[in-house]
């Protein structure tokens, strides 16, 4: 669920290089051993926990000597164009479910909306993207998951605190270790729970006494709704609203950083895609031009709402298509503006893209090969400076450019 959101904060110490020698699994657990018994873990849980674990080495995003390091298979926000991660079909499959789900569980989603202040529709589709309200569910042993991913994963240290977590939720009682089965990064439940999650936003909705994230639809739906709220979501407020662009605003101008209220928006030309004016009590709300595809697809101005979504999973795709599926659940329709077709280069070459901006002296922090708002600026900028089409995506044509500047010493 929020695993995405963990992973951008914790870019911790990488582990060693590949072809160092490394310890034995057996070894390191026992140099894990201290701190989980630090943290209250007794050694009755650990060697209960890991029993016969050994380390699964084919897991996605680890660094090994024999396997080279490549984006997790189960990161399709950062490998999918637009329109292939914001599939039509699948959103009306899912808003169909939603609206089904909607009326069957509506004593639960009065709860959240009275008791946790968030909006129905948004922990539906947040059930409906994470597991297809409950269809898809993952059966990787989370605890040799989250061991294998704190011994030899790229990110150790955010993974040794969530095997500890993990170790405090069986010694809790809260999961057995049979139950205890979730995706290659160790998320959980019907709305995808990382361990730590469990104890910073799991809510007993259903008031029997424990925390079930599995099996109880109150319990899973309040909990999400928990987390969106910490992240800091207003109930009534859109997520975004799909606008047109005018001549005076274009995909160069998006980003948090460009935020102003909608009313400003408006003055320069801004208006809704579906011709409605925009609600007075909007006018004053904060918003920002988010473009998932450039001037490739539709603009939206996203709001506090979007952030809180993407702050749920850091993904501009993740938090459109949540959003997206909301809308649909709660009766709206399609988007105005249509997707065209554009290519998703490799993530080597979106970073060498990245990074050549970053050399021009463009505000890029971080060379991931990953597309998102920034990434869009920037690259909008760059072809509004050299004159050319303003398409705001790593397209072909802008990493020639680019490697033509280099070349011709600029």
């Known amino acids: 669920m929020a695993f995405a959101a963990l992973l951008a904060l914790a870019f911790a110490a990488f582990p060693p290089a590949v072809g160092q020698t490394r310890q034995p699994f057996s070894a390191w657990l026992e140099t894990f051993w201290p701190e989980a018994q630090s943290a209250g873990i007794t050694r009755a849980t650990f060697d209960r926990a890991f029993a016969g674990v050994t380390p699964d080495l084919s897991l996605p995003d680890l660094v090994l000597p024999d396997k080279p390091e490549a984006r997790p298979s189960g990161q399709a926000e950062f490998s999918r164009t637009p329109e292939q991660y914001i599939n039509r079909e699948q959103i009306m499959r899912l808003a169909a479910q939603g609206r089904d789900l909607a009326e069957r569980h509506k004593?639960?989603?009065?709860?959240?909306?009275?008791?946790?202040?968030?909006?129905?529709?948004?922990?539906?589709?947040?059930?409906?993207?994470?597991?297809?309200?409950?269809?898809?569910?993952?059966?990787?042993?989370?605890?040799?998951?989250?061991?294998?991913?704190?011994?030899?994963?790229?990110?150790?240290?955010?993974?040794?605190?969530?095997?500890?977590?993990?170790?405090?939720?069986?010694?809790?009682?809260?999961?057995?270790?049979?139950?205890?089965?979730?995706?290659?990064?160790?998320?959980?439940?019907?709305?995808?729970?990382?361990?730590?999650?469990?104890?910073?936003?799991?809510?007993?909705?259903?008031?029997?006494?424990?925390?079930?994230?599995?099996?109880?639809?109150?319990?899973?739906?309040?909990?999400?709704?928990?987390?969106?709220?910490?992240?800091?979501?207003?109930?009534?407020?859109?997520?975004?609203?799909?606008?047109?662009?005018?001549?005076?605003?274009?995909?160069?101008?998006?980003?948090?950083?460009?935020?102003?209220?909608?009313?400003?928006?408006?003055?320069?030309?801004?208006?809704?895609?579906?011709?409605?004016?925009?609600?007075?009590?909007?006018?004053?709300?904060?918003?920002?031009?988010?473009?998932?595809?450039?001037?490739?697809?539709?603009?939206?101005?996203?709001?506090?709402?979007?952030?809180?979504?993407?702050?749920?999973?850091?993904?501009?795709?993740?938090?459109?298509?949540?959003?997206?599926?909301?809308?649909?659940?709660?009766?709206?329709?399609?988007?105005r503006t249509p997707w065209h077709q554009i290519r998703q280069l490799p993530d080597r070459e979106i970073a060498e893209i990245q990074e050549q901006l970053k050399r021009r002296g463009a505000a890029i922090d971080k060379i991931d090969g990953k597309i998102g708002s920034n990434t869009r600026w920037q690259i909008g900028q760059y072809e509004r400076n050299v004159r050319m089409k303003v398409g705001c995506w790593p397209r072909q044509e802008v990493l020639e450019h680019l490697r033509k500047g280099v070349a011709d010493g600029r």
């Open 107 to 335: 004593a639960i989603l009065d709860q959240v909306e009275a008791e946790i202040g968030v909006d129905r529709a948004i922990v539906l589709a947040i059930w409906g993207r994470e597991t297809a309200f409950g269809s898809h569910r993952s059966r990787h042993d989370v605890i040799r998951v989250l061991a294998t991913q704190a011994y030899v994963g790229r990110r150790p240290d955010l993974f040794r605190g969530e095997l500890i977590h993990a170790l405090r939720i069986l010694q809790d009682g809260i999961l057995t270790r049979d139950a205890m089965r979730g995706s290659w990064a160790g998320a959980m439940g019907l709305t995808q729970f990382m361990p730590s999650e469990f104890y910073g936003s799991g809510v007993d909705l259903d008031r029997d006494g424990k925390l079930d994230l599995f099996g109880s639809t109150a319990d899973a739906l309040g909990s999400a709704g928990k987390q969106l709220k910490q992240k800091g979501w207003i109930k009534g407020l859109p997520w975004g609203i799909e606008i047109k662009l005018s001549g005076n605003v274009d995909c160069a101008q998006e980003g948090p950083a460009n935020s102003k209220p909608i009313r400003e928006w408006a003055k320069l030309g801004i208006s809704r895609a579906d011709g409605k004016p925009f609600a007075r009590a909007h006018l004053d709300v904060e918003a920002y031009l988010m473009s998932p595809a450039g001037a490739f697809g539709p603009s939206f101005l996203a709001t506090e709402n979007f952030k809180a979504i993407r702050a749920y999973n850091m993904s501009d795709l993740y938090a459109t298509f949540v959003g997206h599926l909301s809308d649909r659940i709660a009766g709206g329709g399609d988007f």
